[in-house]
């Protein structure tokens, strides 16, 4: 690999205002309010992400998760514009090939979100289906993160070969959006992870 300085933006999960406001003020580089209880993209009410949004400073992004995959395409579709009209910036999709996410992405490319973005998730301990990074980014995405459904099961390097995650990247920035890592993370991972040179690494732990 090339002998270059790398780094990421730092993505902090919280799952309410004393975190998101905790992990803003150590410089977090986006806020992501998400509901780990609920499963690996489990989503917290809205009030409490329409909390966290009014207690982070403005010039810090704030993203949330809508939960798990499901194959219920209305039922996603309402999730995301509930969670967009909760003045969030990001919101993460979660994306499977078994849960229709073909169409989801088609919908989705007609759904009027206003000015926020879109990030798909990928659950790689569920099956890698890199196929659907060049349908996110023709669908409008602004990014996708790879992550882990079974925290058990260790953290995503653990679970995940490094010529697979270097292909995830790959084909990420390859459909013009940028990559991000989670699932399980911990900083003894970061120096070899920023070698795939992802543009996000997401944390809960931290």
């Not at 169409?103 to 979100?113: G, M, Y």
């Not at 206003?114 to 659907?132: I, Y």
Request: glycine content about 10%.
């Amino acid at each position: 690999m090339e002998n270059v300085r790398r780094t990421a933006r730092l993505l902090a999960s919280v799952t309410n205002e004393t975190e998101a406001l905790l992990c803003a003020h150590l410089a977090a580089d986006i806020i992501d309010a998400k509901n780990p209880l609920q499963g690996a993209l489990g989503a917290l009410p809205v009030p409490t992400v329409k909390a966290i949004r009014a207690r982070v400073p403005r010039h810090v992004p704030v993203s949330a998760t809508i939960g798990d995959p499901t194959g219920d395409i209305e039922a996603t579709l309402r999730a995301a514009e509930a969670m967009a009209a909760a003045g969030v910036d990001i919101v993460k999709i979660g994306l499977s090939a078994k849960s229709g996410a073909a169409l989801l992405l088609r919908r989705l490319a007609q759904t009027h979100l206003g000015d926020v973005l879109l990030v798909g998730v990928l659950l790689a301990d569920q099956g890698l289906e890199l196929e659907l990074a060049k349908r996110a980014g023709d669908a409008g995405f602004a990014g996708l993160m790879l992550d882990t459904a079974d925290k058990k099961r260790g953290a995503l390097p653990d679970v995940v070969p490094a010529a697979a995650l270097q292909a995830f990247v790959s084909a990420t920035h390859g459909a013009n959006m940028f990559a991000g890592f989670a699932g399980s993370l911990r900083a003894e991972h970061v120096p070899d992870l920023l070698e795939f040179a992802p543009d996000v690494l997401g944390f809960r732990g931290g």
